[in-house]
């Protein structure tokens, strides 16, 4: 079986944001699969995705703060800097944290670990609102 779905996800201020539950929400098809992989392909170059911590928002938090200080605004070797000066350090986070994910689907459900959650990694201070390009391939239960 093959499915895909484009998610599309609201507007988030900067940071990094727990969207397990919308992903879930929008891939009704999922329930169909016995056993399978869900693509996940953010569709831009200043967010990220990434698998972590669904519990503690301390987490996202800290990850966000250590983000911000690895790449901070205003390098003075930046050039690309026309779209405001979070631009640059948005993509350089998104380069390093990544825009998709592979994740293993068992039972008609995405096979998380209990504390496992997908994030989106909003990186633009006003990033606007992100399409995910979700793709199942997988055996159904019939």
């Known amino acids: 079986m093959w499915h895909q779905e484009e998610i599309h996800l609201s507007e988030r201020p900067r940071g990094f944001h727990l969207i397990t539950h919308e992903v879930d929400e ?5 329930a169909e699969c016995q056993i399978g992989l869900l693509h996940l392909q953010l569709l831009h170059t200043s967010a990220s995705l990434t698998l972590n911590e669904n519990s503690d928002p301390d987490v996202r ?5 250590f983000m911000r200080r690895l790449v901070p605004e205003g390098l003075d070797y930046f050039r ?3 779209e405001g000066p979070d631009d640059m350090p948005a993509h350089v ?3 390093l944290m990544g825009t998709q994910l592979s994740l293993a689907v068992r039972n008609g459900r995405l096979a998380l670990g209990t504390w496992q959650g997908i ?4 990186h633009r201070e006003q990033g606007g609102t992100r399409r ?7 055996q159904s239960f019939d």
Do not use: C, K, Q
């Open 26 to 30: 929008a891939l009704p098809w999922l």
């Open 61 to 65: 938090h800290d990850l966000d703060a």
């Open 80 to 82: 690309h800097t026309l």
């Open 93 to 95: 986070v998104a380069s």
């Open 119 to 122: 994030w989106l990694g909003e």
């Open 132 to 138: 995910v390009l979700a793709t199942l391939n997988g």
